[in-house]
């Protein structure tokens, strides 16, 4: 692991999940426990770089020196992450951002009306990766694909449809990832490239994920 290979980087991490208001007291969510994360934030630290963590709420202590913005919803993480990618070298989008919010986040908390089903609006959420990926100015942008079949077919639609620089595969087929401690992915970049992390603990993979991008952003300032 070369110390100091992102030094003078400022990296820009999302993570977590985000929380989609239904009233005051209700809300939309998933299982992110953060854990991917967080542990590149730490890793990219370890490497010598600035590093802001826009996270949505979880149970982990940011790492010492990192610059934490605490988000709850996909809008607000939208604003951030935008604010923040402005002096980024490196985005990595690693948060499990919903979909949707509700159209509407009522007021009053909503009241039971007994033997009448419930419905509620949903509207779509800004895609925040593509929108970091489509800003003026030069940035790795690397999103994630958390896919449960045709991993490799759907990871590279993303690559493409998002115009990320790379994009860290991962099969959630078997329920082994959210929450978990370990993972194991596959990083395809634009150019073609392919290299995969064979399974092991997240902080290790992180380490091997942040090696892989220095290296990335030594070979050839993105375009
Ligand atoms: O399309 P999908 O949600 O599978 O894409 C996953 C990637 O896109 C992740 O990097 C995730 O952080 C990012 N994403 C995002 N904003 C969204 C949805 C996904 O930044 N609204």
Redesign the pocket.
Known sequence: FQLGSLAGRHVVI?AGPTREAIDPVRYLTNRSSGKMGYALAEAALDAGAQVTLVSGPVNLSPPPKVRLVAVES?LEMHAATLAAAESADVVI?????A?YRPQVAAQDKLKKHAGEPMQLTLVE??????DVAALPGLRFVV????ETQHLEEYAQA?LKL?RLHAIIANNVADGGVFEQDENEVTVFSRDGGTVSFARRGKKQLARGLIQWIAAALAEKPCD
């Open positions: 999302t996909a989008g690693a948060a499990a951002v979909d959420n800004p895609d925040i990766i593509a999103g994630f694909a958390a993303k998002k």
